[in-house]
């Protein structure tokens, strides 16, 4: 069977019928593809920043991140389920952790990835390893976010994309709709994973264009002491398990 994607799929297109457990996807939008272009380019004027940091580790092995980019993390504040405000390099720096970077708290992917790693988590306590999820978005999201998937470990919002800036994290629709993304969608809905629409058209999602890919840390103790980091080229692009559990558990 062929399946194609439409290149003028944009988050503004997806359809809620209404119905919290049961929603439709309309793959011909009335929104040109104009009118998402022009939002992403508005989009990188406002929240690129001026000298994005350069990581020297890379996906799959050791090494350190610069000394600015560990200033410019100390300076990125993450915020628990309560609302505390914690600099993101102090959830490593005194033990080691796993830290997953959603998408967006409503994203289908991020809930498959959430499972993804929740099912190793005691593989990772018995390596004293913890386990965290940052989403780009509010306090409030990240509490939904965590009441819905009864995710294992520690749930944490950056409302500021910083850390996702921080570490570079790739953005645009060209990473968010590809062949390989569609595929897994269909693929996650027959699994019975869904996307929640109503988080991911809350404003701190849509004004950015929803197009964030997200990755994963695996590091600590110590803030510089980076074990591993996987960026997502696509939507739904998960790292093969075991990459991590070296990192983190071997």
């Known amino acids: 069977m062929a399946i194609s994607l439409s290149t003028n799929l944009l988050p503004n297109t997806f359809q809620c019928n209404g119905n919290h457990n049961h929603r439709s ?18 989009e990188n004027k406002l929240f690129t920043p001026p000298n ?13 991140l610069s000394e600015d980019t560990v200033d410019l993390l ?12 914690i600099p993101i390099s102090d959830l490593w720096k005194d ?9 967006h708290f409503g994203c289908v992917f991020c809930r498959k990835r ?7 988590k005691d593989v990772m306590d018995k390596s004293g390893a913890a386990l965290v999820l940052i989403g780009p978005g509010s306090i409030e999201q990240a509490k939904t976010f965590a009441e819905q998937t009864k995710f294992k470990g520690e749930v944490y919002a950056d409302p500021s994309h910083s850390s996702y800036n921080a570490l570079r994290f790739v953005s645009g629709v060209t990473t968010t709709f590809t062949p390989k993304a569609g595929l897994k969608i269909i693929q996650l809905y027959m699994e019975g994973y869904r996307q929640d629409w109503k988080l ?11 197009w964030q ?18 960026k997502d080229k696509e939507a739904g692009d998960d790292p093969d398990i075991e990459d991590i559990l070296k990192a983190c558990c071997s």
Not at 200 to 210: A, C, I, L, P, Y
């Open 74 to 85: 100390d300076t990125v504040t993450v915020f628990d389920l309560n609302g505390n405000g």
């Open 52 to 64: 994005p940091p350069v990581l020297s580790a890379v996906s799959g092995s050791t090494g350190k």
């Open 200 to 210: 991911s058209f809350e404003e701190d999602t849509v004004k950015r264009g929803g």
């Open 114 to 120: 959430a499972d993804y790693l929740a099912s190793k």
């Open 213 to 230: 890919q997200g990755g994963i840390l695996v590091a600590g103790p110590g803030k510089t002491n980076i074990l591993y980091i996987h």
């Open 25 to 42: 996807t309309r793959l011909f939008p009335n929104q040109p593809l104009s009118f998402g272009l022009k939002h992403r380019r508005n």
């Open 95 to 103: 033990r080691k952790a796993v830290v997953a970077f959603a998408r």
